[in-house]
């Protein structure tokens, strides 16, 4: 039901396209607060064995670090002052501010429940602040940021092509933008049609689909447990599909092919 629903949102018009993910990650922003959950996106496993150093507290969590760790390891971030569009609970811009060592790093999300969250979350982050704001009008001055990452965020947008703009805008010359996310395979076309700006030149690309994949296998079991525990009966099913569980609409359409999850990095021309 869920991915009919999703498919329902991305044929309407941008602006009601954007309510409606504006409301349902609201709706997911007020789901469990007291687990500890700060991260929403798929993960990813690396293909060539790299193992990432953690914190015993941040093991848990390691599938969903790992994407943020691949996303930020494309482009420069220590000594910088970062910004993630779409930062969600505030999982991924706390492991950059921590582990990556940026002077500063700013979470920016639609959500004023989700932002609300996420200083609760990690208030002892010292390097680290969240906002709320619009990733197609930032709330921003131009040339304000050395580099910006956006994880699994851009597929809400009312129009990406706006997007990839506002990030440029924000972006200093030599800036670099770091992006993944999943995109169905009729709709990759109009995704590089977006990044292709003259303000960009691309010095990264790769298809990262199988690393996804066996992220989404290893966590399945953890997944279900959560949604069980703490998401009442009635939404579980909408969750799972979300979630990309085995099975679900979003994993099975990895597997076949007709959706991929795609990996790009930018510079910024300089001026």
Same mark, same amino acid.
């Given at each position: 039901?869920?991915?009919?629903?999703?498919?329902?949102?991305?044929?309407?018009?941008? /602006?009601?396209?954007?309510?409606?993910? %504006?409301?349902?990650?609201?709706?997911?922003?007020?789901?469990?607060?007291?687990?500890?959950?700060?991260?929403?996106?798929?993960?990813?496993?690396?293909?060539?064995?790299?193992?990432?150093?953690?914190? +015993?507290?941040?093991?848990?969590?390691?599938?969903?670090?790992?994407? !943020?760790? !691949?996303?930020?390891?494309?482009?420069?971030? #220590? @000594? +910088?002052?970062?910004?993630?569009?779409? $930062? /969600?609970?505030?999982?991924?811009?706390?492991?950059?501010?921590?582990?990556?060592?940026?002077?500063?790093?700013?979470?920016?999300?639609?959500?004023?429940?989700?932002? +609300?969250?996420?200083?609760?979350?990690? +208030?002892?982050?010292?390097?680290?602040?969240?906002?709320? /704001?619009?990733?197609?009008? =930032?709330?921003?001055?131009? %040339? $304000?940021?050395?580099?910006?990452?956006?994880? &699994?965020?851009?597929?809400? !947008?009312?129009?990406?092509?706006?997007?990839?703009?506002?990030?440029?805008?924000?972006?200093?010359?030599? @800036? !670099?933008?770091?992006?993944?996310?999943?995109?169905?395979?009729?709709?990759?076309?109009?995704?590089?049609?977006?990044?292709?700006?003259?303000?960009?030149?691309?010095?990264?690309?790769?298809?990262?689909?199988?690393?996804? =994949?066996?992220?989404?296998?290893?966590?399945? &079991?953890?997944?279900? &447990?959560?949604?069980?525990?703490?998401?009442?009966? *009635?939404?579980?099913?909408? *969750?799972?599909?979300?979630?990309?569980? #085995?099975? $679900?609409?979003?994993?099975?359409? *990895?597997?076949?092919?007709?959706?991929?999850?795609?990996?790009?990095?930018?510079?910024?021309?300089?001026?």
């Amino acid at each position: 039901m869920l991915a009919k629903i999703f498919i329902l949102i991305v044929r309407l018009s941008p /602006g009601f396209q954007k309510a409606m993910w %504006k409301w349902w990650y609201q709706r997911l922003a007020r789901r469990g607060h007291n687990t500890g959950w700060s991260f929403m996106n798929y993960g990813y496993t690396p293909s060539n064995g790299t193992h990432l150093e953690l914190k +015993k507290e941040d093991e848990s969590n390691r599938l969903f670090i790992q994407l !943020y760790d !691949y996303t930020a390891s494309q482009i420069p971030i #220590r @000594g +910088k002052h970062i910004l993630e569009i779409g $930062s /969600g609970r505030g999982g991924g811009a706390s492991f950059v501010a921590q582990y990556h060592n940026p002077s500063h790093m700013t979470g920016l999300d639609y959500s004023a429940t989700a932002v +609300k969250l996420s200083i609760n979350l990690h +208030k002892e982050v010292t390097n680290l602040q969240f906002v709320k /704001g619009d990733a197609e009008s =930032l709330p921003f001055d131009d %040339k $304000s940021f050395d580099a910006v990452i956006n994880v &699994e965020s851009s597929h809400c !947008y009312g129009d990406m092509a706006v997007f990839v703009k506002e990030a440029a805008r924000v972006l200093k010359p030599s @800036g !670099y933008l770091s992006w993944v996310d999943l995109r169905g395979e009729d709709m990759v076309s109009d995704t590089e049609s977006a990044f292709n700006i003259p303000e960009l030149n691309c010095i990264y690309e790769e298809t990262i689909t199988p690393q996804v =994949l066996q992220a989404l296998d290893e966590i399945h &079991e953890r997944k279900i &447990e959560m949604i069980d525990l703490h998401v009442p009966k *009635f939404l579980q099913s909408a *969750f799972r599909d979300f979630s990309g569980v #085995r099975n $679900s609409k979003i994993y099975n359409a *990895f597997k076949d092919g007709s959706a991929v999850y795609l990996a790009k990095a930018y510079q910024k021309i300089s001026t």
